[in-house]
């Protein structure tokens, strides 16, 4: 089976310019722009350009240049935002995938936050 990408979704529409973004980082393959609803006081989101719904479709399917661009783009960002281990202290990534996964927009996205204690991975259900 193969991942199905919906071209009308909203990160989509960023990429095309149809939207605005509070943008953090661009380059070649990837763009990082801050969370509209932010969680903490870091809450970037980085996206691939490519068409991708999820991590797992991405890490099958993306070129190794886009891998090592997006990858890279994460960590400048974390270094950016001054949550890198570098110097400051710390950030969880979050990449929700699907319905058990609760993903709202289906396009990949990687959530970075940090710039407070972020408590426990998850809420007890
Ligand atoms: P997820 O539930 O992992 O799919 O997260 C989607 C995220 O996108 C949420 O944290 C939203 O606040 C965020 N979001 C939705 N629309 C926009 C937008 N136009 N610009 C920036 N962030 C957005």
Excluded: W
Aim: charged letters at 20%; glycine letters at 8%.
């Amino acid at each position: 089976m193969s991942y199905a990408y919906d071209d009308q979704n909203i990160f989509a529409k960023i990429l095309r310019g149809e939207i605005p973004n509070t943008t953090v980082l661009e380059t070649e393959h990837s763009l990082a722009f801050r969370d509209l609803y932010p969680q903490a006081p870091t809450h970037v989101l980085v996206i691939p350009k490519g068409p991708y719904v999820s991590y797992d479709h991405f890490a099958s399917e993306a070129s190794e240049a886009e891998i090592v661009d997006y990858t890279r783009a994460i960590a400048e960002v974390c270094r950016m935002e001054g949550v890198a281990l570098t110097a400051g202290d710390g950030f969880r990534m979050i990449s929700n995938a699907g319905s058990d996964g609760v993903q709202d927009v289906p396009h990949l996205h990687v959530h970075i936050l940090g710039g407070r204690p972020l408590g426990r991975m998850l809420a007890k259900a």
